[in-house]
């Protein structure tokens, strides 16, 4: 049985009908940029986060960096992301000139520790950005009061979590202004590339949706040196297709997910996903890993199954920040995530059949090798 790590075509034939509807719609109306169907969504996403405010944007990358603008970040400013993250979080900061400091994630969530973030901060910090990743919040209750404490802005990157929970509040609702984005592989995807900004602070909706537009609120009078980042019209409508479907998704990968836990929890030779009991988890991926990560996925794609390594060059390493000055050591927790993760195939669609298939393999390449892996295990999650 081929198994591919991400297919589209049960959810895609879910929508088919309502898509090409919408399609028609908007190709008779012939407002293309900025119009209604942008308005709606961006209300409908505001709901479903429990937000004031929504502003869509082109995708999450420009998301985040409208964020950092609209709070006059820049220059000389420090922000606090997490080390083990998509070169995305760091780049937005880069892009206002502000420089991106490292803190170490909890190596049981991934997430940003927050047990590390007091010590990294100084009096040039601005900010903390955490990421939700993989689908799983992070300790905003932790975060939130570490950055009150310090009189610094939150600003959430939640483009791998629509619809998780801590403490029963949503991420992107947490920040003082957060990013997301609905790149086509994301929970809630486009059909292309597409990002939304959320808060709760009216002013800085306000601020985003001019940055976002040129600098401009009136065609032609331009108020700030802003950007062409605007959400595209017909990926909008898209969206607010997908948007009724996303609580039925998001049940299905958490099914998909306890069928995994179900099948492997018994495995000595993997580390599974685990969920801070105050947050919830929405599986964007499903991450294993062990220190025979390159081992099991070749063996893995033998098999006609796919898998991915999210992410397999922690950002301090890659060579776009070299000029940060770290080397291999630097962040060894993020290090160890990289080298040892495996993101398994889960998508709305999938059966427990596939599942079940998926495991057997898992099962039959540890059975495979000669060396017990238990102290190796113990090792890289320590």
């Known amino acids: 049985m081929n198994i591919p790590f991400l297919s589209f075509d049960p959810a895609n034939r879910l929508i088919k009908h309502e898509i090409l509807n919408?399609?028609?719609?908007?190709?008779?109306?012939?407002?293309?940029?900025?119009?209604?169907?942008?308005?709606?969504?961006?209300?409908?996403?505001?709901?479903?986060?429990?937000?004031?405010?929504?502003?869509?944007?082109?995708?999450?990358?420009?998301?985040?960096?409208?964020?950092?603008?609209?709070?006059?970040?820049?220059?000389?400013d420090e922000v606090i992301v997490p080390s083990n993250t998509y070169i995305a979080t760091l780049l937005a900061v880069s892009y206002v000139g502000a420089l991106p400091v490292l803190v170490e994630p909890d190596i049981q969530t991934y997430n940003l520790d927050p047990a590390n973030i007091e010590a990294a901060i100084t009096p040039r910090t601005k900010a903390i950005m955490p990421v939700h990743l993989y689908g799983q919040s992070c300790d905003m209750a932790s975060i939130n009061a570490i950055a009150e404490k310090h009189g610094l802005y939150v600003i959430e990157d939640n483009a791998q979590s629509q619809g998780s929970l801590f403490n029963n509040k949503l991420t992107g609702s947490w920040g003082h202004i957060n990013g997301t984005s609905f790149y086509p592989g994301k929970n809630l995807g486009a059909l292309g590339d597409a990002g939304a900004v959320t808060t709760n602070d009216a002013a800085l909706a306000a601020k985003a949706a001019v940055l976002r537009n040129y600098g401009s609120q009136k065609k032609y009078y331009n108020e700030v040196i802003g950007f062409n980042m605007r959400l595209d019209e017909c990926q909008a409508g898209f969206l607010s297709v997908k948007l009724k479907y996303l609580h039925e998704w998001t049940r299905q990968r958490q099914e998909i997910a306890g069928w995994y836990n179900e099948i492997l929890c018994n495995s000595q030779d993997l580390i599974l996903p685990y969920t801070n009991p105050q947050a919830t988890h929405v599986y964007h991926l499903y991450v294993v890993r062990t220190p025979l990560r390159d081992q099991l996925q070749q063996h893995l794609s033998a098999q006609g199954i796919g898998s991915l390594i999210h992410y397999p060059i922690p950002p301090h390493l890659q060579q776009a920040y070299q000029s940060l000055g770290f080397s291999k050591g630097s962040f060894p927790i993020a290090e160890t995530i990289a080298d040892t993760c495996l993101s398994l195939p889960l998508w709305p669609g999938m059966t427990k059949e596939m599942v079940e298939e998926v495991c057997s393999a898992i099962n039959s390449f540890f059975q495979s090798t000669s060396k017990p892996q238990a102290a190796a295990i113990t090792s890289i999650n320590s």
């Open 22 to 76: 919408n399609f028609e719609n908007f190709f008779d109306k012939g407002w293309y940029v900025l119009g209604e169907q942008v308005k709606q969504f961006e209300q409908e996403y505001a709901n479903y986060n429990q937000v004031e405010h929504c502003v869509g944007v082109s995708n999450g990358l420009d998301a985040l960096h409208i964020a950092l603008k609209a709070l006059e970040i820049g220059e000389g």
